[in-house]
């Protein structure tokens, strides 16, 4: 599923690119005006200005391109959802709930909905909202990959799992430098940083994207007691997971106040 929303969003940039209605990253030379805008402009050299930035929200900003980022947004916005919860059952399934769950999965959520609100109200048409849902979806959407990776450490028992640890720490801190810079450089008033803030944009959604990829090391042992977990309002521990195959074929049998106290 993030890969299919990776593939979305370059495609977006692509057709912004297409339409003329952002500079390519490559150009780094704007102008205070131009004659014509840039989308009515031809030949090998375009005359930009910060209208022109190709800042993610720039990408979405005119149709036909503006449809796809609502689209994109909204969905990727339920796939986050979707992982975070998957998550945090899968924590409590294989290990026990923790501060750290529980914390992540709230920056998880309100991530989602900032992501909501960045994708319907663009930045042109709508600037105070989109930058609200931007405001909450960046912050929160960094603080969730920090909380993951300590929750990572803190569950590592295996070489294996340390090195996933070890990447996501990685990443974690790449993400957070790319955001820092994107938004130091944001604020700026010159041409050239303001194009590096939009390329560190993407970088720190790349990095995002590609940490959330790394759930599948976990994801590959979701079975239907995850989903039990939920249903159960996370109660079902490891502890709950043996009473529960205990009861339902072992020779022991628990009685109901078992069962509540867990």
Known sequence: MMKLTFLLICSRYAMALYNQHV???????????CEEELHLQSGPTLCCTLENVPLISKCGTLPPESCFFSLICS?????VMVIVLL?????????QNCVLNTAALSTGW???????????????????????GAGVAFPTSMLFV?????????LAKTQGEYNVAHLRLAMTL????????????????????????AIFEWVFCVIIMLFYGTFSFEFAGVTGDTVMVLARGGALG???RGHKVES?????SHPPESMSML
């Open 23 to 33: 500079c390519p990253v490559d150009n780094w030379l704007y102008n205070q005006s």
């Open 75 to 79: 969905t990727g916005s339920f796939i």
């Open 87 to 95: 998550r945090y059952a899968h924590v409590i399934e294989k290990h």
């Open 110 to 132: 309100i991530c989602a909905a900032g992501l909501i609100m960045v994708g319907n109200f663009q930045v042109d048409n709508a600037k105070i909202l989109h930058y609200v």
């Open 146 to 154: 920090c909380l993951q990776s300590a929750l990572t450490y803190r």
């Open 174 to 197: 790449l993400a957070f430098i790319a955001l820092v810079l994107s938004g130091v450089f944001f604020v700026q008033e010159s041409f050239v940083l303001q194009h590096a803030s």
């Open 238 to 240: 490891p502890n709950g």
């Open 248 to 252: 339902l074929g072992g020779p022991i």
